[in-house]
């Protein structure tokens, strides 16, 4: 499976997701394709459901859904508004799932940001 982020500004969306998740790019293809890491080697990881269509209370409409598992929800909130982007939803707790938040890159796409309940895994 493949997941992509599409970003207007390449070097600003790097930027940001390198901040918030610590994501390493590979270029990869053709010019203008980066492949995601992490620091030490390894792939995000990735997990795919079906939903329905999330809207936020500014109107961000979310055609897809990105969430990456963090160790802070607050912690990348910051990280995201310092890189560029915005908060879309504050976090919230989801009995027997975990602590969630939504935050904008700088193209504004949204990206979820999830602490996993440790029971729950």
Same mark, same amino acid.
């Given at each position: 499976?493949?997941?992509?982020?599409?970003?207007? #500004?390449?070097? %600003?969306?790097?930027?940001?997701?390198?901040? !918030?998740?610590?994501? +390493?790019?590979?270029?990869?293809?053709?010019?203008?394709?980066?492949?995601?890491?992490?620091?030490?080697?390894?792939?995000?990881? /990735? /997990?795919? *459901?079906?939903?329905? +269509?999330? $809207?936020?209370?500014?109107? =961000?409409? *979310?055609?897809? &859904?990105? =969430? !990456?598992?963090?160790? #802070?929800?607050? =912690?990348?909130? =910051? *990280?995201?508004? %310092?890189?560029?982007? +915005?908060? /879309?939803?504050? %976090? $919230?707790?989801?009995?027997?799932?975990? &602590?969630?938040?939504?935050? *904008?890159?700088?193209?504004?796409?949204?990206?979820?940001?999830?602490?996993?309940?440790?029971?729950? &895994?």
């Amino acid at each position: 499976m493949h997941v992509a982020i599409n970003a207007d #500004d390449l070097e %600003a969306a790097r930027s940001f997701y390198e901040g !918030v998740f610590d994501w +390493r790019f590979e270029a990869w293809g053709p010019p203008g394709f980066y492949k995601v890491g992490h620091p030490g080697g390894g792939d995000p990881g /990735l /997990l795919v *459901a079906v939903q329905g +269509r999330r $809207t936020f209370d500014d109107g =961000t409409v *979310a055609p897809a &859904e990105i =969430t !990456v598992a963090v160790d #802070d929800v607050a =912690t990348a909130c =910051t *990280a995201a508004v %310092a890189g560029g982007g +915005r908060v /879309l939803m504050e %976090a $919230t707790v989801i009995s027997g799932v975990g &602590e969630l938040a939504f935050v *904008a890159d700088p193209s504004g796409t949204p990206v979820g940001l999830m602490r996993p309940d440790p029971a729950a &895994e």
